[in-house]
């Protein structure tokens, strides 16, 4: 069982930055691939980016890549999503999300079996 809490969404303005944090507990957290998802007002959830259960390998949506990072911390059972560059399009609750059962680097919903709450995030042109 992984519980994941989402914090660090906000209000900010096109070009600035936002650092997105998910806190797990759970004994299958550190075994774990870990992704982000979104979902803007009246669209489908949609990937963003995810890691495998060392941080080492990362696969990011087209969308975000070369803005978006994805980091975690085994010590701090923490993902984190540094946003940088951001744009209006990047409006949208942000999810993360645990796929302990899942190998490589999972970019479909389906493999994910633990999502925390969402945190906003509003960019404002």
């Known amino acids: 069982q992984v519980q994941l809490v989402e914090s660090g969404g906000g209000l900010v303005q096109a070009g600035g930055s936002l650092r997105l944090s998910c806190a797990a507990s759970?004994?299958?957290?550190?075994?774990?691939?870990m992704g982000w998802f979104r979902q803007a007002p009246w669209k489908g959830r949609e990937f963003v980016t995810t890691?495998?259960?060392?941080?080492?390998?990362?696969y990011y949506a087209d969308s975000v890549k070369g803005r978006f990072t994805i980091s975690r911390d085994h010590a701090k059972n923490t993902v984190y999503l540094q946003m940088n560059s951001l744009k209006p399009e990047d409006t949208a609750v942000y999810y993360c999300a645990a796929a302990p059962r899942a190998y490589g680097l999972p970019y479909d919903p389906s493999p994910y079996d633990y999502w925390g709450q969402g945190t906003q995030v509003t960019v404002s042109s």
């Open positions: 759970g004994r299958t957290f550190s075994s774990s691939a």
């Open positions: 890691t495998n259960w060392r941080g080492v390998s990362t």
